[in-house]
């Protein structure tokens, strides 16, 4: 009886071992290249590489617009179907602007996943550089 | 071909550095948090989206705002005719302009936490002067610490005190630009003062209108340390707005995540509406 309690008292701390108990404050494995994980740990800013991805899509889609402004200056203005003269940084801000929207009223009326709004807010985009 | 010299762009740089540090960079952090959890000691986990579709779905973020919208609203409707109208009756030339000019600055000059505090210790029912008069000299029921009514109408009469001469000095200064010959035209055909209000003094004070109202709904949407100096929100929820909201999920629960999901998404609404105002404000300048 008594070696029955004691091996079950033994199995215990082998089976927490198992299931990874023990790996608290050990320095975790590297594990591969993940667009969640944080890129500089202990860092303030918290970046990751979907975030970074976000903001150099959003900095990249404003230098195209200072290229594009260079190559041919005036900004391209036209009068919209949404009754607005626009020019190409404008037809950007809509476009930014109306995504946002689009991807919360989907979480907020729908939910995950992202693909249908990710859908829409492509389409939206392709409108408002061809019609806005 | 004619050049152009780009130089001044460089004059821009200063402006765009401080811009970066003091807006930019902490966006760009709110982004970051906004989809990751922290229990502190700048550990973060991803989270996803889940905080914007929880912050989307929750009542109270519905209800601060729902308090929000009707704040900035109320303030909107009393404010703006209320300040065209003092900047109507207000002299043009002569001893009294400066007078006014000052008396009109004086609550701008004042810095919001003082207005609070000034506004609290007036309106308390058992030792303000504006608090005891109404119950005992006057009989009437009020206590803005009990009675959301009360604390909602405090809040109301102390943003329309603090902010409606900024209104009044922008209306002002785009009557005085009015030429005299407007007036003088408007004479001779004899125009009541009703036209000359509808068809001179308001077309020209369109522009600084615009500015006024865009300024208005900024500050008032963002409203923050007046009301919480005030009523800190209470009582109950019912002057929680939404950066009180805000603030309370941020510092006081330290949920980062959610109030950074919050932030982006009231940042959001302000500039949707800021941008739609801006754009039907301006449509017919060319």
Known sequence: MRWTIALSLMAGPAWAQQAGWGNVGKAQEEKGFSWTDPMFSGFWMAWTPATLAFFVFIFAAIAVMGLLEWRRPGGAPRDGILGLATTRGDRLFIWLLGSAYIFLAWLGLVGTP???PLGLAIAWGAFCFWKV | MKTVNQRAWFFVLPVLLLVAFNALVPLMTVVNYSVQETFGDNLFFWHGVGW???VLRSERFHAALGRQLLF????????????????????RKGFWVPVCLVLMALPLLIP????????????????????????EVLGINYNMTQSPLAAWITIIVMDVWHWTSLVVLLAYAGLISIPDAYYQAAKIDGASNWSVFRYIQLPKMKRVLTIAILLRFMDSFNIYTEVFVLTGGGPG?????????????????????????????YFLVTLLVSWVFYTVMTKDEP
Not at chain 2, 73 to 82: A, K, R, S, T, W
Not at chain 2, 125 to 132: E, K, N, Q, S
Not at chain 2, 240 to 264: C, E, R, W, Y
């Open chain 1, 114 to 116: 992202l693909w249908v």
């Open chain 2, 52 to 54: 914007f579709e929880d």
């Open chain 2, 72 to 91: 900035t609203f109320l303030i909107l409707i009393i404010e703006v005719p209320l300040g065209v109208a003092i900047a109507l009756a207000m002299p």
């Open chain 2, 112 to 135: 919001w936490n003082v207005v609070g505090a000034m506004w609290n210790i007036f309106t308390l029912p058992d030792i303000g002067l504006a608090g005891y008069t109404l119950n």
């Open chain 2, 237 to 265: 929820n019912s002057t929680t707005l939404l950066s009180i909201d805000l603030v309370k999920t941020a510092l006081g629960q330290f949920d980062l995540g959610p109030a950074a999901a919050m932030s982006l998404i």
